[in-house]
């Protein structure tokens, strides 16, 4: 076998503004790895590749130029994510904010974020999309209204290696009333007056969880601690973070465990019109956190009112592998009362219809679009023994948006499932 050739990365990080930043990766050198890890990379239009010795690579960024030449930094995971028939957090009916910075060039800040720190837009080998990659600081999301009833979605990427002898870097989100973006971000004594603060610590055999939850600035509860064993086995592997709020009750799962369950835990009114994340490098100085695909949802479904007196119910929640058929394990609550539903009523039947947005070509996305719905009913008949005969299918592709497929927002919506009263 042909011996492995070292090269050294020199990394030269660009500074950051209040509201953008942006790595830049420079230079080449020779003989080094790093984290168990070997990297290499070629001049040119060759796209980078890896060696890996050991634990999965850190991601390394990109300068613009190599960004649009190249392929991006990358992150190597082997994570597989099983279905999880018992999970039971049912996303909201409307799309309020949808990000998974497809729109965002790699290598730069996202244009509709904020930061006091260093982020940038990435890509991590074996995980698909655009992923937000946390160097130092704080990142504040668009602005927008919360309701008084909404969910809030985002994956994880938990760039963390168990047999590190450092100490891992805390990760933690907020959901407030942050009023001016501005002085959220600078000034020192800032007070806000509403706020959800979810703490997160991380060690070698456990995640520690804590709620901080204010109102009018003074504080209304603080959860104990909440020690999630086990929790290293998904680091280097990517968590979905479910939040639910209906009026002051705040509930939470990290992928199918629920974290908290709190009937009080939130401010009336909240007024919530932001939210924050906070990320640090870890000592060997490799970003720690990665997220992507935020979603924010107003309004909580009542899907047997629709189905059974509207004949029609229509879900963005049901999410898909992207390009596949291959349904995500976040998607099981609201299949679980679906078929609650279908089992209750013995003359029930419907027709499952599946819809995509126009990335890609019409006949695949067709095809696609097909297949996902013959997954939902295989899903329900196997998963929660629904009478198959209950069941027909169909996909329509991208053929019928019900919004512009110009924003993330509109594609997301676009993407959807239709449960049809036959």
Do not use: C
Not at 39 to 63: C, N
Not at 263 to 277: E, K, R, S
Not at 344 to 350: M, P, Q, R, T, W
Not at 375 to 403: C, F, H, M, R
């Amino acid at each position: 076998m042909v011996r492995k050739i070292l090269y050294t990365l020199l990394i030269v990080q660009a500074t950051s503004s209040v509201s953008y930043s942006q790595g830049f990766l420079k230079g080449l050198a020779e003989k080094a790895s790093r984290a168990g890890q070997d990297l290499i990379i070629k001049k040119g239009t060759k796209k980078v590749e890896k060696v890996i010795d050991g634990p999965a690579a850190q991601a390394k960024p990109h300068t613009n130029e190599t960004a649009k030449a190249e392929a991006a930094p990358m992150i190597t995971t082997t994570a597989e994510i099983k279905s999880n028939s018992k999970f039971d957090f049912i996303p909201g009916e409307k799309i309020l904010l949808f990000d998974n910075f497809a729109q965002d060039v790699i290598g730069e800040f996202p244009l509709k974020w904020f930061t006091s720190g260093s982020a940038e837009v990435v890509k991590l080998e074996g995980l698909p999309g655009n992923w937000l990659q946390m160097n130092n600081g704080s990142m504040l999301s668009p602005i927008l209204k919360f309701p008084e009833n909404f969910t809030v979605e985002f994956d994880l990427f938990l760039n963390l290696n168990v047999n590190s002898s450092s100490v891992f870097p805390g990760f933690h989100f907020e959901i407030f009333d942050g009023g001016d973006k501005a002085k959220r971000l600078d000034a020192y004594n800032y007070k806000l007056n509403n706020i959800l603060y979810f703490s997160n610590t991380f060690n070698r055999d456990k995640a520690v969880f804590t709620l901080d939850s204010r109102e009018k600035a003074r504080q209304k509860l603080v959860s104990d601690k909440i020690f999630l064993a086990g929790f290293q086995n998904k680091y280097k592997s990517v968590v979905h973070v479910a939040i639910t709020v209906q009026k002051e009750r705040l509930r939470l799962w990290y992928d199918d465990t629920k974290v908290i369950d709190l009937p009080t835990a939130v401010a009336t009114p909240a007024n919530f019109n932001q939210m924050l994340f906070t990320g640090k490098k870890t000592k060997e100085g490799y970003p720690a956190f990665y997220i992507t695909n935020l979603k924010i949802a107003s309004g909580t479904p009542d899907m047997r009112s629709k189905l059974l007196e509207t004949g029609r119910y229509v879900t963005n929640g049901i999410l898909f592998d992207s390009g596949s058929d291959k349904i995500k394990p976040e998607s099981y609550g609201l299949l679980k009362e679906i078929a609650g539903i279908l089992n209750a009523e013995s003359g029930l039947k419907i027709k499952i219809v599946g819809h995509t947005d126009n990335d890609g070509k019409a006949d695949l996305n067709m095809d696609l679009s097909r297949k996902r719905a013959e997954a939902i009913k295989k899903a329900l008949v196997n998963t929660y023994q629904v009478d198959s005969d209950k069941l027909v299918t169909d996909g329509k592709g991208a053929s019928e948006p019900v919004s512009s497929n110009s924003t993330s927002e509109g594609k997301a919506e676009n993407r959807r499932v239709e449960f049809i009263k036959m």
